[in-house]
DNA sequence: ATGAAAGCGCTAACAA
DNA sequence: TTGTTAGCGCTTTCAT
């Protein structure tokens, strides 16, 4: 009994598929009579209204796109995650697509989203979408909103996360516990759009220039990627300094896995010989030992940005906006009080 | 410039929409003349075809729906990015839903994809979605394949892995490299589909009877869920044995955490004090140190469910199948050779 | 080589 | 209170 439609009910009920619809929409008049028969063959017949006939009818396909970069970061999972139950709360359906970066697969896959007459896009964390595509798609008034790392364009709605004060936070915890010697490992900032490190180096300075400590170019490491890898090898040179740091903050949870992995080669403890804070709060809490970390909340970020694009559909022309999403201090005692 | 269609091409090359049509299918004649023409003008009016029409003309939606458990485990966003991948390379995109066990939402997801007039459904690792529900998409003639928790279902394919063959290599890993009390973390099976729990269980044994060991039920810990507190409550009893194990497997390297944070925590040593085998090979590569595991293939996964799924559509009624997917040991040295 | 036309399943304005 | 009707954008058959 595959592919029971509006007409099979009505046939079934004796009446119009019109008064099908009615009552499905409940709007308009239906006898009360007609209505119980057509609720009932609904539910006998195992109606459900297809969606595609729906969408080309009301030129809303209730479907969004979700455009992110591929990453092994389980950040990006748990924001997709995010994504898609906000959008599931508001009745839509959410497309997700990765692209790899240095791909280039981008525009076929945006081509893709406009073939679904999408009602709109998510950019999510991805620094090589050209900035061409993303104003194709605002020029057909598809609205799009970026996450994480965005661009000022008009008409593109952003979701930022407030990584300075993130930092400086993380920073400040440390230099609170009696900290002065704090060693930083972050992403040279050399994408396409670099917000996010810029700002997670200038929450550290700035944390540090808040206490006047000195910022020594010996503690600052700024790797190529977010890997473990780099993060094993920048706590290695960090830790054979003359006068290595107590403590060190890194822009990733990833770093912390590489700084872990050399310390417990070398036999060192957390937070007996070198206290630690990570970024992301999605491998920490795994960690032995568990680590503070500088937390996002997925869950308002998906929500802002579902948020943001029910705002557009109703007004594509309104101005740009940009929301800030405050980032949540995890305390899981790695920094350790020194006197 | 929005939402260009076919009737807009056809008015500017001064043909019909059918023509247009003849050109983007590359079917029938069409002069060499019209073909350039209309080429021309659908790269500059960036028409892109309506997919919400295509389907409701040919009743393909060129959709999927994947069900899926929420999980803060790695693997399951692995799986979900490769059966991504899998589905855009047979030109199929992917809606992902993910409901949450003992919430019951099942149904409502269902029906959401059966208004989606989806090509297909892939569930995975889902053992909650009640049979009721696989049963009425067969019966609407709408494939499904069921990944890793798969039941046995009249027309219903499956994607398994070998966990009984992964378990049995693991522990004869251990076994081979001089260990004879190994212990055992698990999760208890159950849940409504238990064969992986059962499938891995018994490759321990097996593996331990394949060297005529004991099998003690002191070493062997079967908890309630999938947690890095379980594998630390565990740990922690076993190594409190009086004679503690030399080599603990673990089911799940979520378990595997809680390993380590015990075993940090008492300061013993990985592999000099006590040797690790993790499962599935999301966060054992992370660890510190990094630990051996046995690695399940997302792509092959990805790819094998995609494949079921074009064979049943091509055609409904064959008999089920069921494909079986190798696991793959990956050797960190986390096994100390003892004597 | 091209066009006309029907129809996919639905919505909603209009008539009755 | 209910039915009729005209599309939404596309595919495809059948004429021409």
Redesign the interface.
């Known amino acids: 009994?595959?592919?029971v439609k509006m007409s099979d009910i009505a046939k079934a009920a004796g009446v119009s598929h019109a008064t099908v619809a009615r009552v499905i929409h409940k709007n308009g008049y239906v006898s009360e009579e007609n209505r119980i028969k057509i609720e009932q063959l609904i539910a006998d017949l195992?109606y459900?209204?297809?969606?595609?006939?729906q969408?080309?009818k009301s030129?809303q396909?209730k479907l969004i796109g979700h455009l992110m970069l591929?990453s092994p970061n389980?950040l990006f999972?748990k924001i997709?995650?995010a994504v898609?139950?906000s959008a599931?709360r508001q009745g839509f359906?959410?497309?997700?697509?990765?692209s790899h970066k240095h791909m280039h697969e981008e525009e076929s896959l945006i081509?893709?989203l406009?073939?679904?007459?999408v009602d709109g896009v998510i950019v999510t964390s991805n620094p090589f979408v050209p900035q061409e595509l993303i104003l194709?798609l605002a020029?057909?008034?598809i609205p799009v909103v970026m996450i994480e790392r965005t661009r000022d364009l008009p008409y593109v709605d952003q979701v930022r996360v407030d990584d300075h004060n993130g930092s400086f936070d993380a920073v400040r915890h440390m230099i609170d516990k009696g900290h002065r010697r704090i060693g930083y490992i972050g992403r040279l900032p050399t994408l396409p759009v670099n917000d996010v490190e810029i700002h997670r180096f200038h929450g550290y300075i700035d944390a540090l220039k808040s206490d006047h400590l000195d910022i020594e170019d010996a503690l600052i490491h700024q790797m190529d990627e977010y890997s473990?890898e780099d993060g094993y090898r920048a706590t290695e040179t960090l830790m054979n300094l003359d006068n290595p740091p107590t403590a060190i903050f890194a822009t990733s949870d990833?770093f912390v896995?590489g700084e872990?992995?050399y310390?417990?080669?070398c036999g060192k403890k957390v937070p007996g010989d070198v206290s630690l804070v990570g970024y992301d709060d999605t491998?920490s809490?795994?960690?032995?030992?568990?680590i503070t970390s500088v937390g996002l909340s997925h869950e308002k970020i998906g929500e802002q940005a579902l948020q943001l694009l029910m705002c557009r559909m109703a007004d594509t022309k309104a101005p740009a906006q940009s929301v800030m999403i405050n980032t949540v201090f995890i305390d899981r005692q790695s920094v350790r009080e020194i006197h």
Chains 1, 2 share one sequence.
């Open positions: 009994m595959p592919n195992g459900v209204p297809n969606r595609m006939a969408g080309l030129a396909s591929f389980m999972a997709s995650y898609n139950q599931i359906h959410v497309l997700t697509l990765t081509n893709e406009i073939g679904q007459r194709k020029s057909l008034n473990v990833v896995c872990l992995q310390l417990y080669q491998l809490a795994l960690m032995a030992p568990p």
